[in-house]
């Protein structure tokens, strides 16, 4: 059984920078993409980054194209956010699917808890 912990969320100040971590346990994640997510309260979950299992497909939401970067290794995903905006403000999932080039949330099996992301202006 897969699980995923993320770390690295935090409060920060409008144009600054976060690293966030994906830890995977139980299976390597050679066997999986990776997606990364994001919710506010009251809001429906949006997924902001994805990357392939062999690391060769990435897709960005619009509203972090050109900011964000998505890596992997068979021990983790990681999220680069940059130049960060009140409007970024969220907590943010890592999951894993074994499906296609997709941010649609249903294609993805195992999901950690996730991270608090918080952008002061």
């Known amino acids: 059984q897969l699980q995923l912990v993320e770390s690295g969320g935090g409060s920060v100040h409008r144009g600054e920078s976060l690293m966030l971590s994906c830890a995977a346990s139980?299976?390597?994640?050679?066997?999986?993409?990776i997606g990364w997510f994001r919710q506010v309260p009251g809001k429906e979950r949006e997924g902001v980054a994805y990357?392939?299992?062999?690391?060769?497909t990435t897709i960005f939401s619009d509203s972090v194209k050109g900011r964000f970067g998505i890596s992997k290794d068979k021990y983790g995903s990681y999220l680069r956010m940059n130049d960060l905006k009140p409007e970024d403000t969220a907590t943010y999932y890592c999951?894993?699917?074994?499906?296609?080039?997709?941010?649609?949330?249903?294609?993805?099996?195992?999901w950690g808890r996730g991270t608090l992301v918080a952008v002061s202006p």
């Open positions: 139980g299976i390597t994640l050679d066997y999986f993409s």
């Open positions: 990357i392939s299992l062999r690391g060769d």
């Open positions: 999951a894993a699917t074994d499906g296609g080039d997709t941010l649609n949330l249903s294609a993805y099996r195992y």
